[in-house]
């Protein structure tokens, strides 16, 4: 059972819901069958998931504003489409969705690197939501993996800037640090450490009620909790934004008088879509492309945050692994289908295996130490990689195959999880979840329109939908 700590008065409750929700929106994966109608994809292409369904994928009629211009993801119509619906998820061996909510990846990047195509993409969105300008002072709150991925994209487009992180782990710490953090927020003086790291000035008036004046020219908070939300407007300068990329599903009381008193904007961020790019133009490109491009020219390295891996049928230690952070060490658990049993699936978790990565130096679990520990080390030395510490046993669990629907077209992926998703979970709300090549199918019930020579430029043309959840990171307590 997953749970999922929310409230029903928040907003999306009181819109219609889906019928199935399938866990896992990380995910990358190989096209294993293709429906008759399919335009723009084909067997063998490597492919991750962009987006939920939406108009395009839907083939709604008149399209909606959003979609029309690439932002899926706040697609008008997401909870009234109609038409068949996507089967599966990043944690199935298989998925079957509409080939306008793939993004076909080149030979260039890795799984590894693509299976974090999505959650990349969602800290380049929340970065261009509000870009830091030459020398500004940045604070990230949260050094999860949305965190850190913040954190990389900014040192990418605007290595001028000054990047406050604010970690609660002593890994974290280090992660950030080697990413270019300049100075670390600690949550247990973060009051002063916003004061020494921006040079404004503290007031403690009753009640403990403690103000800024002076702070950052932007904040990104990737927690999105009642407490860092109400942190944030305090440590924003005046006329500075305060960008919230995490999510939280709760209503909450909060005290907004910074707003007025220190006209800060409070921007929202939901995954990704359409931006204006290159920076300085008027041209647009959407944000899986800008994402791709900046790890295809190893501008950003997402690989990087993968800490664990673990076979499907070993999610029990991959949740575990994922909450128990300050143990674990995990910044992003991922499931790889190379790392299955024998028994399951033969034919997909073949060509995982020939496709197998060079990957980070983590310590796998003791089952599979083995069988990955000399290719992972030999090749890919990882300055920025930190030991986890191995304290989950992998235990084996039967779970059953997803039976796999007739289907136009298949997509096989080998997969890996991320479980920073789960951490969410642990204090916040959020399940998101990234899959590394597993296998997939994907689905084309419908009919593509759209008559472009190229997925990627198809997918950028049009919308796909609001499916994918920005990951949320969150401090542990
Ligand atoms: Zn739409």
């Known amino acids: 059972m997953i749970y ?22 990380e995910v990358v994966g190989e096209v294993i069958e293709v429906g008759d109608e399919v335009q723009h994809l084909q067997v063998g292409d490597r492919v991750t998931l962009q987006s939920g369904p939406n108009c395009i994928t839907s083939e709604a009629q008149p399209i909606c504003r959003s979609c029309a211009s690439g932002n899926y993801s706040l697609c008008e119509r997401a909870n009234l489409l109609s038409g068949p619906e996507p089967i599966g998820g990043g944690w ?15 030979s260039e990047m890795n799984d590894e690197q693509a299976v974090l195509l999505e959650p990349s993409a969602v800290a380049v969105h929340a970065v261009l939501r509000r870009l830091p300008q030459p020398d500004e002072h940045v604070l990230i709150i949260g050094a999860g993996s949305i965190g850190l991925l913040t954190l990389q994209v900014i040192h990418a487009l605007v290595p001028s800037a000054t990047v406050s992180i604010m970690a609660r782990y002593p890994f974290q710490i280090e992660q950030a640090t080697r990413m270019g953090a300049a100075h670390i927020l600690y949550p247990q003086d973060s009051y002063q450490g916003v004061e020494r790291t921006t040079g404004a000035k503290l007031f403690t008036g009753t009640f403990k009620n403690k103000m800024l004046l002076g702070g950052y020219e932007v904040i990104y908070d990737t927690i999105g909790s009642k407490e860092t939300i109400h942190d944030s407007l305090r440590w924003a300068r005046a006329g500075g934004t305060v960008v919230l990329a995490g999510l939280s599903l709760h209503t909450m009381q909060l005290d907004l008088t910074p707003i007025w ?49 673990f076979a499907l049928t070993n999610y029990r230690s991959a949740f575990a692994t994922a909450t128990a952070k300050s143990r674990s060490r995990a910044i992003k658990v991922v499931f790889d289908f190379a790392l299955l049993p024998a028994s399951v699936v033969p034919n997909v978790r073949a060509s995982a295996r020939q496709r197998h990565p060079v990957t980070t130096a983590a310590v796998w679990p003791q089952e599979q130490q083995s069988t990955h520990e000399e290719t992972n080390l030999a090749t890919s030395p990882d300055e920025y990689f930190i030991q986890p510490v191995s304290a989950f046993a ?21 997969p890996q999880f991320s479980t920073e998703e789960q951490s969410a979970l642990e204090d916040q709300n959020q399940t998101n979840t990234s899959v590394i090549s597993k296998p997939k199918r994907s689905r084309q019930s419908t009919q593509s329109h759209k008559n472009t020579e190229d997925i990627q430029a198809s997918a950028e043309a049009i919308g796909n939908t609001t499916g994918t959840n920005p990951a949320s990171d969150t401090l542990e307590k």
């Open 4 to 25: 999922v700590d929310g409230d029903f008065r928040i907003s999306p409750a009181a819109l219609p819901g889906h019928r199935y929700s399938y866990p896992g929106h």
């Open 92 to 106: 199935s061996e298989e998925l079957l969705v509409h080939e306008q909510q793939l993004f076909r990846i080149s």
């Open 261 to 309: 008193y220190q006209e800060i904007d409070l921007i929202g961020t939901l995954a990704h879509g359409r931006e204006t790019w290159p920076i300085g133009t008027h041209e647009q490109c959407s944000t899986f492309s800008i994402a791709a491009e900046m790890i295809e020219s190893e501008q950003i390295h997402p690989e990087k945050l993968i800490t664990h891996r």
């Open 394 to 414: 992998p235990e084996p669990v039967e779970i059953p195959l997803p039976t796999t629907p007739g289907s136009i077209v298949e997509i096989e992926q080998a």
